[in-house]
């Protein structure tokens, strides 16, 4: 059974970059079968999609984030990263990765999620 | 700009039936073909709960139902349980926009 895990810093500076990473067990990115993503949940607030990357190459990212967004795999370490540049305190969240495997069509259908991280943009 | 909109809140006693809607606004409506929807509990990550509009992943029961008509997006939940409140989002997706997500609509189980 597939299982996602994220890591990283829980503070950042403003202006820095957040670096985020989703440990993948039970399963390979190697795989095209699936696609790996991130979604973030501002506190109090409702799920925002970021970006997600496939084997292949196959990319999709939000437009209003994508100018700051960098995702990447990691195929030696199994794990797949999440950059965003110029954070400010608007970029404070809850940041889930996830996956779209058994159920991926053509929309957003990810039905294994990490425990998510919170990330706070601070001085 | 695209968008989908849902009720903030909706509720239901338990046994009954609540809809909750997800309307898309967007100059292309025929992309909207692949809705889905999320049900979270507090402090809990997402949970796949309806995929392209109407099917159902394994393990989900069959008291949730999805369907879609025009630019309306619905989510079903029928003989509601106290285990169902919880925020439901719904999601979609359209090229220029790639995912969307809803605002999220809380649902009560009075």
């Known amino acids: 059974q597939l299982q996602l895990q994220e890591s990283g810093p829980g503070l950042v500076k403003p202006s820095e970059t957040l670096s985020l990473t989703c440990s993948v067990s039970g399963g390979s990115i190697s795989s095209d079968t699936y696609f790996w993503g991130w979604v973030r949940q501002p506190p109090g607030k409702g799920l925002e999609y970021i970006a997600t990357i496939r084997y292949s190459g196959r990319n999709y990212y939000n437009p209003s984030l994508r100018s700051r967004v960098t995702m990447s795999l990691d195929t030696s370490k199994n794990h797949f990263s999440l950059r965003l540049s110029s954070v400010t305190a608007a970029d404070t969240a809850v940041y889930y990765c996830a996956t779209e495997g058994r159920y991926a069509s053509g929309g957003f259908e990810a039905d294994i999620w990490g425990q998510g991280t919170m990330v706070t943009v601070s001085s | ?110």
């Not at chain 2, 967007?26 to 709960?49: C, E, R």
């Open chain 2, 1 to 110: 700009q695209s968008a989908l909109t849902q009720p903030p809140s909706a509720s239901g006693s338990p046994g009954q039936s609540v809809t909750i809607s997800c309307t898309i606004t967007s100059s292309d409506i025929g992309a909207h073909n692949y809705v889905s929807w999320f049900q979270q509990h507090p402090g809990k990550a997402p949970k796949l709960m309806i995929y392209d509009v109407t099917e159902r992943p394994s393990g989900v029961p069959d008291r949730f139902s999805g369907s879609k008509s025009g630019n309306t997006a619905s989510l079903t939940v029928s003989g509601l349980q106290t285990e169902d409140e919880a925020d439901y989002y719904c999601s979609s997706y359209e090229p220029s926009s790639a995912v969307l997500f809803g605002g999220g609509t809380k649902l009560t189980v009075l």
